[in-house]
Structures are given as C-alpha cells and as structure tokens.
C-alpha cells in the first residue's frame, strides 16, 4: 500500500465511518511489542469490568507475534482481540474509529484525532538518558513523539523525576492542553500481589531457592550486538562458576544477543520463563540485578535488593 493511498483512505475512514463507543486501540513500542503498561491496560480492558470492547492491537506482521501478545490470547481466548498490522488498511481504519487509543511511544504520523477520541500516553519507563531534543542522533523521530503527548487527553507519568524529564526534553511545558497523571505505572501493579508471587515460586519449583534477576539494558547500537554477546557470554560464565547450589539466575537479555548465546551448557542460569510475562516473573524474584534501565525504579517498590552491575559505565556516560 502505497504512502498516498494510505493517507487518502486514512481521511475517508475518519470521515466517513462512526466512532465506535466499544472500540480501544493500543500500538506500543512502534507496533513492534505489547509492553509491560500496555500489556497490563489491555489486560484490564478485556476484563470485562468496563464493558465489552474490541481490543486493536498494532504489530508489525502476523508471523512473529511477541511473547505478551501470545500470552494474553491464551490467556483470553474468547477475548474481542483483532490484530492490525502496521502500516496496513486495517491499522488505519482502528485509527479512525477507535474511541480510546493507548500508546506508549506514539501513534502513526498520519494520525489526526477526531472529536471524541480519547487518548492516554504512558510512555514506557523512568529515563536515564537523553531523549527527544536532548538526543541529537533521534531528533528525527521526536517530532512526531511530542506530537502523541500534545494530542493526549491524559499523560500517565510514574513520578515527579519522569514527568520533568519528559516536559523538558520534549519542549511541552507550554503545549500540552491535556490532564498530566502522576500516577504509579499500570505494570507496577503486580509487586503488590505477594500471594501471586508465591504462587509463581511454588508451580517453578524455585520455593527453595534464592532467584536473580538479571535484566541489563540495550545499548543501543545493532553495530556493537557482537561486542555484546562477547561481554555476556562471559560474564555469563564466570558466575556460573561461582553460583552456590540454592542460587538461580533468569537472564532476560535482548534477542540479538540472547539468540547467540547456547544458554543449554548452563546449570543454573536461565532465560526468562517464556510463558510468563516479564514483570509477573520479576515479583518473584529475590533480587534484581541491572545498569541503566529504569526496571529498577520499577522493581524498588518490592523493597527488595537492587544490584547495579555497570561494566561499561565510563564509555555509556561518554556515549
């Protein structure tokens, strides 16, 4: 579909088709995940406690679906869900009709809302780097970032420290027309259930033991992915060395890496459950061990061990 026609059919559906009351859109991480706020907000969505909607989902194609989406069709089978692909007719016709849209980036640059749509951004984390104006090498996609927290009707932001970040480095202190929510994140949510946590220990069979999370963040460049596994790898295997029997440590690393590494000559270190989703997984977790990813303002409020493992930390604050 053409860059022209994609525009002209976007315009007739809004003109021409109705706002559908019981209709919700989500495109999270440029239509390439279902992230931990938006996973959790569709989740409440298809509850039922609200209604019955139909749930719009924006991915990149329909082959390789990502690990929260999965999880949520199997946990909701009969659940209104309807997949539209990016860049796609069917995208741009949620688009239009869609009475509540959720992002956590931004929504499509063709985008223009219409009167009664209603529009929440959470964005997806508590920032350690630069971002928007700030980030000189990005400055091309903020625009049309500043454009999705312009047009919302509610900014979600987790705390104080999020929420000047954000105003600052996107210039929206005199722009936003929309309600700021200083509100924790919907993903949050789950270190508060402790009795969900057990439960999560008992049926992995890890009530005995002592359970690291290592969650480091991306850096960025898909040039230094080699560099990465190297560093990784063996790390990766001087702690398996030095891991006492009761110890188990999940990995969640990112997928260029993590697909060139042979986890399977491992004892006790592991990949994150893949029938889990992410966070649901981290609750149980006896201590979280990162960098720079806001994960761990997140994990902060189990009150439990925080390790800030920062190999690199001269060249990142260079960088």
Known sequence: MSHTFRMSYYEYARKHYRLREDAVFIDSHASSDLGGNMYYIARQILSGRYGRFKLYISVKDLENLPQNLRLLQRELPSARIKLVVQESAAKYYALAVSKYLFTDVQLSMFYVKRPGQVIVQTWHGTPLKKLGYS????????????????????????NEYTMEHMLESYRLSDNLTGTILLNGYPRNSVFFDRDAARRLRKQMELVNKRVYA???TWRGALSRSSNAVREQAAFLKELERKLAEDQVFYVKLHRLVSQEIDFSEFKQIRQFPQDRETYEFLAAADCLITDYSSVFFDYS??????????????????D
Do not use: C, W
């Open 301 to 318: 409020i189990t009150r439990k061990p925080v390790i800030l493992y920062m190999y690199d930390y001269d060249e990142y604050m260079h």
């Open 135 to 158: 980030y000189v090498e990005d400055v091309a996609f903020t625009g049309g970032q500043k454009k999705s927290f312009i047009m919302a009707d509610y900014n979600l932001f987790p």
């Open 214 to 216: 290592y969650m480091p």
